[in-house]
T-cell receptor
Framework: RKEVEQDPGPFNVPEGATVAFNCTYSNSASQSFFWYRQDCRKEPKLLMSVYSSGNEDGRFTAQLNRASQYISLLIRDSKLSDSATYLCVVNRKGSGNTPLVFGKGTRLSVIA | SAVISQKPSRDICQRGTSLTIQCQVDSQVTMMFWYRQQPGQSLTLIATANQGSEATYESGFVIDKFPISRPNLTFSTLTVSNMSPEDSSIYLC??????????FGQGTRLTVV
C-alpha cells in the first residue's frame, strides 16, 4: 500500500462549483498533515495544514479522520485561479524531524 | 518561513557527466531534504541531508549515484552522478523545522541528452 493515496483526477469544474478531494494515508503514527498546491512548472507551496478538529481558511475546508486515516479538502465557489495540482502530504511517522511524503496529486481545472 | 535559494535553476547535461545542485537557506534549519519530481509525477524523496553525518537515503536511491553534502545548518548539495536520460527530472531542495510545514526551493530542471 502506498504511503499516501489520492483521487487521481483530473477534476474539470465550472466556476462557482464546489469540489472535494480525498486522500488516505497508510501510517497510523503520522502526526502532521497538509495540503499543498503546485502550479505548473513551480515548486509546491503550502495551502493549509490539517488539524484533528478540521479547519477552514476562506473557501477551503480541510478535514482529518484519524480512525479511517483519511484526509479531505473542500473548495467552495471555485475560481479560475484555483486551477492547479493539489497534493496531499503526510509526515513519515510520529512527529518532529521526519520527512514529508507526498501523494501523486489531483489536478483541478476550473473552467469559465 | 524560510527562503531557499537553489541553483542552477536548469541545466542540460551530457550523459555520463555529473551535476551538483546547491541549496542555500536564509536561516539555520534542522532538516533538509532532497526530492525528485519526474514529468507528470509527484515528489519522491531521495534522501534526508544530515548535518555532520552521512545522508539517509530512501529505498531505490544510493550514495554513489546521489552523493549529498551538508556542511552546516544552512547549506546542502546534491550531485547527480554519471547521468543518463532517465535522470531527467526536477530536483527540489526542501527544509523543515519540527512539526511545521516544508518549504521548497524553486527546483532544478535537469535534462540529460
Amino acid at each position: 500500500r502506498k504511503e499516501v493515496e489520492q483521487d487521481p483526477g483530473p477534476f474539470n469544474v465550472p466556476e462557482g462549483a464546489t469540489v472535494a478531494f480525498n486522500c488516505t494515508y497508510s501510517n497510523s503514527a503520522s502526526q502532521s498533515f497538509f495540503w499543498y498546491r503546485q502550479d505548473c512548472r513551480k515548486e509546491p507551496k503550502l495551502l493549509m495544514s490539517v488539524y484533528s478538529s478540521g479547519n477552514e481558511d476562506g473557501r477551503f475546508t480541510a478535514q482529518l479522520n484519524r480512525a479511517s486515516q483519511y484526509i479531505s479538502l473542500l473548495i467552495r465557489d471555485s475560481k479560475l485561479s484555483d486551477s492547479a495540482t493539489y497534493l496531499c502530504v503526510v509526515n513519515r511517522k510520529g512527529s518532529g524531524n521526519t520527512p514529508l511524503v507526498f501523494g501523486k496529486g489531483t489536478r483541478l481545472s476550473v473552467i469559465a | 518561513s524560510a527562503v531557499i535559494s537553489q541553483k542552477p535553476s536548469r541545466d542540460i547535461c551530457q550523459r555520463g557527466t555529473s551535476l551538483t545542485i546547491q541549496c542555500q537557506v536564509d536561516s539555520q534549519v534542522t532538516m533538509m531534504f532532497w526530492y525528485r519530481q519526474q514529468p507528470g509525477q509527484s515528489l519522491t524523496l531521495i534522501a534526508t541531508a544530515n548535518q555532520g553525518s552521512e545522508a539517509t537515503y530512501e529505498s531505490g536511491f544510493v550514495i554513489d549515484k546521489f552523493p549529498i553534502s551538508r556542511p552546516n545548518l544552512t547549506f546542502s548539495t546534491l550531485t547527480v552522478s554519471n547521468m543518463s536520460p532517465e535522470d531527467s527530472s526536477i530536483y527540489l531542495c526542501s527544509v523543515r523545522q519540527a512539526n511545521t510545514e516544508a518549504f521548497f526551493g524553486q527546483g532544478t530542471r535537469l535534462t540529460v541528452v
